[in-house]
């Protein structure tokens, strides 16, 4: 909970000059601070009244912790007093150091007769900590950073800033005190000593668990991490790694995450002792971004450990994957919302057996909504954010195809339910295939691989109106014209933009083989194209950063969908690529499964490479313009490493009703996610709500960036939520 700008300042008068109204005694009456009538250690109206004064009092159970009384000691209230009251908390801007398990700080708050009194204790930001009933606040872990503190009795109000820093050394490991001498020093003995991940400048979100570090070099015997940023430091000990690999513990990984400012760097440097000779430190700086990843990332594998069989595998951030359909369901798309998943059903490497549709629910079960004995029909169809139509891909006989797909299967609109086809002479005039189709999260406008007009080599653009009967779509009209194939397109939250895949085939790979491609961006609007050089390993001046130095890794990099809200300042787009993995999968034949350098398909020439994985990256919202909007991506956590994962499509969960427990508004089916009370530790708990009155908070519904209560800070109302602009 977040108080106005007027409920924190440092005191509080609400009295008239000369003598406390009647209302103001009433309300002091009412939050406890006068004693009661008859009490042991009550007091009385009139010269030498005390407040809190006598002893013996009884202690008031429903003020705020239950845990102050009415009899105390000192001084009192004069009611004759000419000055008015007030209320200050003690002590004022504290410092609290964290170390090695959280703290607490204690507040007083005290009128200004001198006396101190019970409170209602309140924190405007409840990532830092929690404050009981007696003004005892107790850090949240190891999180940093400063949090407004406010008392309140009856009308009376004070606030102070509690400022927690963080410095934490951690040996756990417990690495000598020579080594640990050695490491702190440093020094230049491995000139292999390298970052292989994650990348220099990667900005990560909240939610997710952390990156593992890894090196290159000779084998390391310890390792010394050191974090720094904002009121935050953290140095870990590790003990012996071949190959050289560090993960932080998940607290101050998280810690770290809360920690970290918009727009600031995490400064990360390593260095390691190998045969008792240091070297190190090698650096980068990474960013946070302001919020964790929503909803539910599906994805095709078709080796899975735990099928050993393709299967449509799901993601919930900070979780591991786990099926969600099996029997060899692949060739899938989720709608927007999360409610609907269509695909290829019992696919033999031909065209899929059956095809079918199925209901999401917010449990996490898919039920089959409708099947149908054409394995095409459904497989890689573009759905509305609600689910209810698809565009179906289109199968041409000749030209680009999609492996898998074959015969003569022209796009036509469904009604996901039943299958069945929906007039739509508007587009059916104009387009025969429309090759993996995809619908802006706001369903005006539809994008796709425009088959005929040049053989896969042109992204097309409609616009589309469901509201109509029938559907109406507008002019197709080209904004991709390339000499290569450009395909699986993606809106970003905004409507206004498309990434797509830009390369050798609709394919990551054909027998045996690999194919190449790269990410792109076109703002429709302008039809500028950004070669998102970031995102597919390359510097501003377009040398590749990845850390193996082969250029051709930049260029394995498939089939994007972006997050359809913002998040943090920025999109996510996720997609498949086989470049390196750190030394965990990396060329030369060393990862899972004993494929080799870029992860060509195994021996039959059917099953796709266990090198291929999902990445993520971050787009700046205000890409408009910007030679390069993105990031470098980092690897998703939670997929499996032995399979081969690729084209995954990222969804809101289905949305929850009012009541349900919530994080953001972007759950919330009526788009608002609030405080609703507290548990038992003082922790809030956040409810879906039906929509309140005032501004929306961040994740929150709004029509225009005037509903959002960061309106003023420039915060944006994007795809029908208000996101918060992109940090520089």
């Known amino acids: 909970m977040r108080l106005p700008a007027s409920a ?15 209302a103001l005694i009433l309300s002091l009456a009412a939050a406890g601070i006068f004693a009661a009538c008859g009490s042991d250690g009550g007091s009385t109206v009139g010269g030498g009244n005390t407040l809190n004064g006598g002893s013996g009092g009884q202690t008031d ?20 007093s000419s000055a008015p009251l007030t209320l200050a908390i003690e002590p004022q801007n504290p410092v609290l150091t964290v170390s090695g398990s959280p703290a607490t700080q204690p507040f007083t708050a005290r009128l200004s007769d001198g006396t101190t009194t019970s409170a209602n204790w309140l924190l405007d930001d409840v990532v830092l900590g929690t404050i009981d009933g007696a003004g005892t606040f107790s850090s949240a872990g190891f999180v940093a950073g400063s949090v407004g503190v406010t008392a309140r009795v009856g009308d009376l109000e004070a606030s102070t800033t509690l400022r927690v820093v963080v410095d934490i050394t951690d040996n756990s490991a417990g690495v000598s005190d020579p080594d640990r001498g050695l490491l702190d020093a440093g020094g230049g003995s491995d000139a292999g000593f390298k970052w292989l991940y994650p990348y220099d400048k990667t900005i990560f979100p909240r939610g997710l668990s952390g990156p593992e570090m890894q090196f290159g070099g000779s084998a390391a015997d310890a390792m010394r991490v050191q974090v720094t940023l904002t009121d935050f430091s953290y140095v870990g000990y590790f003990g012996a790694s071949n190959p050289s690999r560090v993960s932080l513990p998940p607290a101050v990984w998280d810690a770290i995450t809360k920690s970290a400012p918009a727009g600031v760097d995490v400064k990360v440097s390593a260095s390691k002792l190998s045969a008792g000779v240091a070297t190190g430190p090698v650096s980068e700086n990474w960013r946070i971004a302001q919020g964790s990843l929503k909803g539910i990332i599906y994805y095709n594998t078709y080796r899975s450990a735990s099928t050993n069989t393709g299967a449509v595998m799901r993601v919930r951030p900070g979780q591991s994957a786990d099926v969600m359909i099996g029997q060899c369901t692949v060739c899938h798309s989720v709608s927007a919302h999360g409610n609907v998943l269509v695909g290829g059903l019992n696919w033999n490497s031909g065209n899929p057996v059956d095809s079918g549709s199925f209901d999401l629910t917010p449990d996490g079960n898919a039920t089959p909504r409708y099947t149908d004995a054409d394995g095409r029909k459904m497989a890689f169809g573009g759905l509305t954010p609600d689910g209810a139509l698809m565009l179906s891909n ?13 015969g003569d299967f022209p796009s036509r609109l469904y009604d996901t339910a039943t299958g069945v086809q929906v007039s739509a002479p508007s587009f059916e005039s104009q387009v025969q295939y429309a090759m993996t189709p995809a619908f802006a999260p706001d369903a005006s406008k539809v994008a796709f691989s425009w088959h005929e007009h040049a053989a896969g080599k ?5 616009d589309f109106d469901a509201t109509t009967t029938p559907p109406t779509f507008g002019t197709v009209t080209p904004v991709v014209n390339s000499s290569q194939v450009v395909g699986w397109p993606s809106f970003s939250p905004d409507s206004q933009a498309v990434l797509f895949h830009e390369g050798d085939a609709y394919d990551t790979g054909n027998a045996n083989t690999h194919a190449f491609a790269e990410i792109r961006l076109v703002d429709l609007q302008s039809q500028a194209i950004s070669a998102l050089s970031a995102l597919n390993g390359y510097d501003p001046g377009g040398t590749s950063y990845l850390p193996y130095g082969e250029a051709e890794e930049g260029r394995l990099n498939y089939e994007p969908t972006v997050l359809p809200v913002p998040v943090g300042g920025y999109y996510w787009v996720v997609f498949t690529s086989r470049r390196a993995y750190g030394n965990v999968v990396a060329p030369g034949g060393t990862e899972p499964g004993g494929d080799n350098k870029w992860g060509t398909n195994d021996a039959n020439g059917e099953m796709p490479s266990p090198r291929k994985k999902l990445w993520i990256a971050a787009i700046d919202i205000d890409y408009q313009g910007k030679l390069d909007p993105s990031h470098p991506a980092f690897y998703l956590p939670g997929q499996e490493l032995s399979a081969g994962n690729m084209r995954a499509f990222t969804a809101l969960e289905p949305c929850k009703s009012e009541g349900a427990s919530c994080e953001s508004g972007a759950e919330c089916c009526d788009g608002f996610c609030r405080q609703n009370g507290s548990d038992d530790a003082g922790a809030p708990v956040f409810q879906c709500v039906p929509p309140p009155t005032g501004c929306s908070n961040e994740d929150e519904s709004c029509t225009t960036a005037a509903d959002c209560c960061g309106a003023s800070a420039g915060y944006l109302c994007i795809n029908g939520r208000c996101a918060r602009p992109t940090p520089h």
């Open 8 to 22: 924190r300042t440092s005191a509080r008068v609400v009295s008239k000059r000369g003598v406390p109204s009647l």
């Open 61 to 80: 159970a429903g003020d705020s912790g239950g845990s102050s009384g009415f009899g105390g000691t000192g001084g009192g209230l004069n009611l004759d």
């Open 394 to 406: 289109g199968v041409p006989t000749s030209g680009p195809v999609i492996r898998g797909l074959s």
């Open 458 to 462: 042109t992204l097309a653009v409609m």
